[in-house]
């Protein structure tokens, strides 16, 4: 594909964990049918369709920064997959707002981690990678 893979959603609530754990994740509700990439972890761009107000310091139509999980979260039990973007530097309730998520690049696979520890030293791998990745050039 010449372009990144994009899926369009609301935000909608998740298990409420993520802030906790240190990454609290934009939780994307796509519609029926649409095309999910597989489970894992990427490095994608989160951008609130536009126009309208800054929200906290996300401004719509701008693209920033995220590291994009898709899977059913199996560190805490099976459940629903979720496409969860925690996006970098930037502080908004994005509850409600129909966000688009452009999926850049495969980092690693969705693991079943023995411990919350194992997990979130995990996501600051990957958050690094997105800056590497993402980064590049800005
Ligand atoms: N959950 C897993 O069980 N295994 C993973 O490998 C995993 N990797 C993740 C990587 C990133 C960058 C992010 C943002 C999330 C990842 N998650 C993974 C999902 C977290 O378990 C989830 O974000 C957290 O439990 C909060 O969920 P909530 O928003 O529903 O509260």
Not at 38 to 59: E, M, Q, S
């Amino acid at each position: 594909l010449g372009r990144p893979h994009r899926v369009e959603g609301v935000v909608v609530r998740g298990d409420g964990r993520g802030k906790s754990l240190g990454f609290p994740t934009a939780n994307v509700a796509p519609p029926m049918h649409a095309a999910i990439p597989a489970d894992g972890v990427y490095a994608g761009w989160f951008t609130v369709l536009g126009p309208g107000p800054n929200i906290g310091t996300v401004t719509p139509g701008q693209p920033a920064m995220a590291a994009v999980s898709v899977g059913t979260n199996p560190t805490f039990s099976g459940r629903a997959r979720t496409v969860e973007a925690y996006v970098l530097d930037r502080e908004a309730d994005l509850y409600g707002q129909h966000v688009a998520v452009d999926f850049v690049d495969h980092l690693r696979g969705m693991r079943k981690f023995e411990s919350v520890d194992e997990l979130v030293a995990a996501m600051g791998r990957d958050v690094d990678a997105v800056r590497k990745i993402l980064g590049a050039g800005n």
